[in-house]
């Protein structure tokens, strides 16, 4: 056996680990092999008086062992992966534009639900420019959606929630491999998704926690006041408008406004209820906080399967994996980076680039891990970025 040595805890950090598990003594494991000792595990050591611990192993540079990963993952990674990483630099410089289409596309959305407000007809060619727009830039770059979060927040959520569902209910479409027409049709729909909302009183939009049983009600009405709209004044396609009045159709024919069931409700609509219910989620608001992309995902997955069509659901799954584009991560060396990619097949090993070391300290290279490649690395959680103090936004 090897020998054993002796480590004061105070030169414990979190993060490290050693190849051979760590002992508090000789009944007591702190942590298995190639286990990152937690800040946690430091404090828990000395609440215990605990001045020194054991093993056998050599301590593992997770530094070393990072930059030898990264070396390895640009010359040896599969061809797929290649593509993720190449495709992420792409989507870089894409910002900047889809920050303009974005904008422009709210701004198409709030001018129609104004002229519904005010009861008056409407045409769609703008609406018609952004989708046309948003659809080139997400073919040519399909993980755009990454960079999503917090665009005009705090601005009309109403007006930025519909043009974000659209986001997400076109990559379903495109994973579904919809004809352009399908993809339009589905598109304008989702971008007037809650038109109907602009009727109701506009506290109960920024309520919509504790509502009374009326209130509730009025909600109800929304899906039927846009598809109204929609036909009557915007003159919109019956296979679009129905999105909107079918949005909270539930698949388990527990929704509204009419408990239809299964495929009784249009696909698109199945579509955009899946969108909705995420979007919905990842979007902070004023009475409640967002929720994470691997949360809401798993939220989906759990509370919402018998809401959602299971094929569909299954669609969006593998398109935005267990944890989706922009998630953050901790890895078992106690490295923390973002999800920037992921191979379908492979949902649990996604490409992450690192963004915070064992240490907390920021990465100042860029550090590209491909998990599928480094099978001594894996994730341990997901987390909120409120826990580690940083913008996502800045470190996209
Ligand atoms: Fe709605």
């Not at 698949?251 to 696909?267: A, M, N, V």
Request: glycine share 6%; with cysteine.
């Amino acid at each position: 056996m090897a020998e054993m040595r002796k480590i004061p805890v105070d030169e414990l950090k979190p993060g490290m680990r050693f190849d051979k598990p760590v002992y508090i003594d000789s009944n007591n494991m702190l942590v298995a092999a190639n286990v990152s000792i937690k800040l946690d595990d430091i404090k828990k050591l000395m609440r215990w008086g605990v001045s020194e611990v054991e093993t056998a192993g050599n301590l593992v540079s997770t530094e070393q062992e990072i930059k030898a990963a990264t070396a390895r993952a640009t010359m040896t990674e599969s061809d797929e992966a290649k593509k993720i990483i190449d495709d992420y630099n792409k989507l870089l410089t894409q910002r900047v534009p889809l920050i303009e289409i974005h904008k422009e596309a709210c701004k198409a959305v709030a001018n129609v639900h104004n002229a519904i407000k005010a009861d008056e007809p409407f045409a769609i060619d703008e609406i018609d420019v952004s989708l046309t727009k948003i659809i080139e830039i997400m073919k040519n770059y399909p993980n755009i959606f990454l960079f999503l979060y917090g665009l005009e927040e705090g601005k009309n959520y109403l007006v930025v929630h519909s043009v974000n569902v659209t986001f997400y209910s076109l990559l379903i479409g495109m994973a579904l491999k919809y004809a352009p027409l399908k993809l339009r049709e589905l598109g304008i729909g989702t971008m007037l998704i809650d038109a109907g909302m602009i009727k109701l009183p506009a506290y109960i939009m920024h309520k919509q926690s504790n509502l009374t049983e009326h209130e509730f009600n009025q909600i109800k009405t929304h899906p039927l006041h846009g598809y109204k709209a929609l036909r009557q004044l915007g003159k919109i396609p019956e296979k679009s408008a129905l999105i909107c009045l079918q949005h909270h159709e539930q698949y388990d024919g527990k929704g509204y406004p009419r408990g239809l069931k299964g495929t009784q409700i249009d696909e698109y609509a199945r579509i955009a209820a899946i969108a909705d219910s995420y979007e919905a989620q990842i979007a902070n608001r004023a009475y409640r906080k967002r929720i994470f992309f691997y949360q809401a995902m798993k939220n989906l997955l759990s509370s919402g399967i018998n809401k959602f069509d299971p094929v569909i659901l299954r669609v969006f799954l593998s398109r935005m994996s267990v944890y989706p584009i922009g998630s953050l991560v901790e890895l078992n060396n106690g490295t923390i980076g973002i999800v920037i990619g992921s191979m379908p097949q492979k949902p649990l090993r996604p490409i992450v680039k690192l963004i915070i070391d064992s240490n907390k300290q920021r990465f100042t290279d860029t550090i590209i891990v491909n998990l599928l490649e480094e099978k001594a690395l894996y994730i341990t959680r997901a987390l909120d970025e409120t826990e580690i103090g940083v913008n996502l936004f800045e470190v996209l």
